[in-house]
């Protein structure tokens, strides 16, 4: 069964619900559903992917004004990948290794919608994303 698990970001005060949310085997969902936070030490991956007209609040910060991107490296989230539907940029970005005192990400990874995402170890995973398309504009 899935369970809808926010992500508490204590280092930020915050806290974020991605859409999706890769964790280590050792993290007990079970126990993490009662308060409904995971920390992020527990923290594989999270994804997030843009619908209009938020899709800023996931991305790499333009305004010096915080986003679910600095949030999450500013954690030490170890990979974020952004699925960006927006029609002016679609694509996939995968970002890792956090910077948690610039709050901030290396891109390691860009993608064209229709090009197969490869994420690397530990994930070691082939994502199709020939379905993909922009949200209409």
């Known amino acids: 069964m899935l369970q809808h698990v926010g ?3 204590v280092e930020v005060g915050d806290g974020y619900c991605p859409d999706l949310v890769l964790v280590s085997a050792e993290v007990d969902l079970l ?3 009662e308060d409904r936070y995971l920390r992020p030490d527990g923290i594989s ?8 007209p938020g899709a800023h609040n996931d991305r790499r910060p333009v305004s010096g004004k915080p986003t679910k991107w600095s949030g999450y490296a500013r954690s030490g989230v170890p990979y974020y990948l952004l ?11 995968l970002f890792g290794e956090p910077n948690k ?16 995402v ?4 530990p994930f070691d ?7 993909w398309r922009p949200w209409s504009s």
Not at 83 to 93: L, S
Not at 125 to 131: N, P, R
């Open 31 to 33: 126990e993490s559903a």
């Open 83 to 93: 699925v960006d539907r927006d029609p002016r940029q679609p694509g996939v970005t």
């Open 101 to 116: 005192a610039e709050a901030a990400y290396r891109t390691l990874g860009e993608w064209k919608f229709g090009e197969a």
């Open 7 to 9: 992500v508490d970001l």
């Open 45 to 52: 991956l999270v994804a997030e992917v843009t619908a209009y």
């Open 118 to 121: 490869r994420l690397p170890e």
């Open 125 to 131: 995973v082939e994502i199709d994303t020939g379905a």
